[in-house]
């Protein structure tokens, strides 16, 4: 059995819902976003093996501010609203969307975005802007096909070849990596790309 990457430490230094009060770091930034209820705080703590790092709720749209989590002193990991339906209106939401994509476009120590979408559903029409968003602003994302647990193989497997005919013509695109916050599936690849493509040293 592979063995699972081990982190040791993580955790939260702030959050923020101001574009003009974004903190400087000097360590490099991992962004996750992704739609509502995409299973972006179970993959988040599935990374740092905790329970409770990233908040989990039944209710979608409850990360309300870009998130900073500091990992084993070596790198940021940015927890970001999510797209698409929440509670609290309108309004709100594309709030979250103006300071998603101001910190997307404008931020520096911003290494690699990891785009996340629901394995169970056809990518959506914000799935399909975030990344020709990407695309344009020239900035490098991962794609993570999620809850895949729920998933048969065959559809895990064409639902990944689905999303990589999507971005077939994408130059920013590193992969298409399928994903359970349950079994743990893609978990040591996720890290080993964050390593290669955001930390770049041989630090674990």
């Not at 998130?67 to 609290?88: R, S």
Request: proline letters at 3%.
């Amino acid at each position: 059995m592979k063995r699972s990457a081990i982190i040791s430490q993580a955790e939260f230094l702030l959050g923020v819902v101001d574009k003009n009060k974004f903190p400087v770091f000097e360590l490099p930034e991992v962004a996750f976003i992704g739609r509502s209820n995409v299973g972006k705080s179970s993959l988040i703590n599935n990374i740092v093996m905790r329970k409770n790092l990233a908040k989990i709720s039944s209710e979608p749209g409850k990360t309300r501010e870009i998130n900073f989590f500091e990992v084993e002193n070596k790198w940021l990991l940015v927890d970001m609203p999510g797209f698409g339906y929440a509670t609290i209106g309108k309004a709100h939401r594309e709030k979250w969307a103006t300071l998603n994509y101001f910190y997307l476009e404008n931020r520096d120590n911003l290494k690699l975005v990891c785009v996340l979408i629901d394995g169970r559903h056809d990518p959506m029409p914000t799935d399909v802007a975030l990344i020709e968003f990407l695309e344009n602003i020239n900035r490098k994302y991962l794609i993570i096909v999620t809850k895949c647990d729920k998933l048969s193989n065959i559809n895990m497997f064409e639902r990944k070849q689905q999303i990589e005919h999507l971005v077939i013509f994408c130059k920013n695109c590193i992969e298409v990596l399928p994903y359970s916050s349950i079994s743990g599936l893609g978990r040591n690849e996720l890290i080993g790309i964050i390593k290669h493509n955001a930390v770049k040293e041989n630090i674990y």
